[in-house]
């Protein structure tokens, strides 16, 4: 009850909230009273680019803490204090230093083993993009941080079949296979002294629910769980963004049921006095605020309806469905050549008219063999239906096109059982419910892969800064709808951090957030919607890993 009546009391009164590889980069203590612009400036670098790399430390960091700054900019912070800052050949004790570097502060002597391992990543580096094996690494988290599998790091590297050693410099991937997508990101920045004020508009219910237990409202209320969960994510967003030096005001308001407060809320308050709006979350409601404010609105979650938004000031965080489908095609139609591809609908029009439209897209490129499409007969796919299209010894590619469970449920059981020289990948564009529904062993049997507009790597530093943060403020780690409140808040804030105004933002690139793609780039008539969607596929360990 402690956080209901913690979220009554918020929703009751509107309230504001105060709110690599070795020797590339190298550990700093910080002094008793350096704040990170004074060290920037030490480094000749922005305090922005500082702030991107030590992301979750406060302006005026407290004496002692420990930040990473670029190993090329050492020198420039040894020669500021040479007898304090840098430890001689006598004295490396790092009590007394405050430079760190884990693998020892660098020597004027370069032995031949330095030199050669020096010119040994100076070739490798002109064709493949190559790491340093550390303290730590294991196939599994090479694997998923680099999007490989092993089978092609052992291809690359064939001394790795006797397994990793540190120190090993190993290759990745060839570099026109690397996708650099630095020139895309957006880059984080934050003006000095910004402020913002900022509104939250959820159906709390504060009033409907005060005379309800905790069992009766989150056991019985799909509706106050995903509300509840949504704003516990922005609180750590804001309190994230606070401590990097960004003063945000938020003002939260209870919209209660659909329609019945929104209209009061619009004729009470100067809503246009915020820098952006989060919610509200019936599409209704945010179409008519659009009508009446100028600020900027953000809609938090996906909506069937949220087609019909054409007001510019709405910004529809969720990508539309028919981006899912655009995303698969356009990955199948980049990356697979020389196969036979198989098209599975369920007979109903709306299955019938994608499978026929995806048809005629890729029988228009000359790598694909052949595209069939089956049907099922009785309300199932026989496993004849399969084995009298897909080929021996090719790339068959199977895409699924309904999301009728029955169907799902058979194609896969057909398609987990066939010769062994006939091999199959499958395809389709969103998981829904129905794939949910089969043993997870079934889709990894089948390298199943997926479009998605959520994508987590577990062992990311932004997921777990995250899930420590939630798990330490909750005592439970966060759900979707949790990192969803923490990624879409700390996105618009962090835009606007920059002093800027959130639609400039857009056209500056995409950013990642904990599992959330932001790409508003290339807005069509100016109406922003996030395109932002990823390929997922299933790894025979029943990890995922992101392909596209």
Same mark, same amino acid.
């Given at each position: ?442 889709? !990894?049997?089948? =390298? *199943?892969?997926?479009?998605? /507009?959520?994508?987590? @790597?577990?062992? #990311?530093? &932004? $997921? ?17 709808? !949790?990192?969803? =409140? *923490?990624?879409?808040?700390? /996105?618009?804030?962090? @835009?606007?951090? #920059?002093? &800027? $105004? ?47």
């Amino acid at each position: 009850m402690k956080h209901l009546k913690f979220f009554i009391f918020l929703c009751i009164l509107t309230f504001t909230v105060s709110c690599g590889q070795q020797k590339k980069y190298i550990q700093y203590k910080v002094k008793k009273g350096e704040t990170i612009t004074e060290i920037a400036k030490k480094l000749d670098m922005s305090a922005r680019d500082l702030y991107r790399l030590n992301p979750d430390v406060d302006k005026k960091p407290e004496e002692n803490t420990v930040i990473i700054i670029p190993n090329k900019k050492m020198q420039t912070l040894k020669s500021e204090n040479p007898k304090k800052d840098v430890a001689t050949e006598k004295d490396k004790t790092k009590e007394n230093n405050n430079i760190e570097d884990d693998n020892s502060v660098s020597k004027d002597i370069i032995t031949d083993k330095e030199r050669q391992k020096t010119e040994l990543i100076e070739a490798l580096e002109k064709e493949y993009k190559i790491h340093e094996v550390k303290k730590g690494d294991t196939f599994y988290s090479l694997t998923r941080f680099y999007d490989v599998s092993r089978e092609d790091l052992i291809a690359l590297n064939p001394e790795l079949s006797e397994g990793l050693k540190l120190q090993q410099i190993i290759k990745i991937k060839k570099l026109e296979e690397v996708f650099d997508e630095e020139d895309f990101l957006y880059v984080d920045e934050i003006e000095d002294g910004v402020s913002i004020k900022a509104a939250l508009m959820l159906p709390f219910r504060a009033k409907e629910l005060d005379s309800l237990t905790r069992t009766q409202i989150f056991g019985n209320s799909k509706l106050a769980n995903i509300v509840a969960e949504f704003y516990m994510g922005v609180e750590i967003a804001v309190d994230s963004l606070r401590k990097q030096g960004v003063n945000i005001r938020l003002d939260v308001y209870d919209t209660e049921s659909n329609s019945t407060r929104i209209r009061s809320i619009v004729a009470e308050k100067d809503l246009d006095d915020n820098d952006v709006i989060i919610g509200p979350l019936y599409s209704e409601e945010a179409q008519f605020l659009a009508e009446k404010i100028k600020t900027p609105i953000v809609f938090p979650f996906y909506s069937s309806k949220q087609s019909t938004f054409t007001s510019k000031r709405l910004v529809k965080t969720s990508p539309n469905k028919k981006l899912f489908r655009e995303k698969l095609l356009e990955h199948i139609t980049n990356n697979f050549h020389d196969g036979n591809i198989i098209l599975v609908g369920d007979g109903e029009a709306e299955s019938n008219l994608n499978a026929k439209q995806i048809q005629n897209e890729l029988e228009k490129h000359d790598s694909i063999n052949s595209v069939a499409v089956i049907t099922p007969q009785k309300g199932y796919i026989k496993r004849s239906k399969f084995t009298d299209v897909l080929k021996p010894n090719m790339n068959n590619l199977v895409v699924l096109t309904t999301d009728d469970n029955v169907i799902v449920a058979s194609a896969i059981n057909s398609l987990i059982s066939l010769p062994e020289d006939v091999t199959v990948r499958v395809f389709t564009f969103d998981k829904v419910s129905a794939f949910n529904k089969v043993d997870n062993f079934k889709l !990894a049997k089948i =390298g *199943f892969t997926y479009v998605s /507009d959520e994508f987590v @790597r577990e062992d #990311s530093f &932004k $997921s777990i800064n995250f899930n420590n943060k939630y798990l330490e403020k909750n005592g439970v780690l966060p759900s979707y709808y !949790a990192t969803r =409140g *923490f990624d879409v808040t700390y /996105d618009v804030l962090m @835009r606007l951090a #920059s002093g &800027k $105004s959130l639609k400039s933002t857009f056209d500056e690139g995409y950013s990642y957030r904990v599992e959330s793609k932001f790409d508003y780039t290339n807005k069509l008539f100016k109406i922003t919607e996030n395109k932002g969607l990823f390929i997922v596929k299933y790894n025979p360990d029943l990890t995922l890993t992101r392909i596209d």
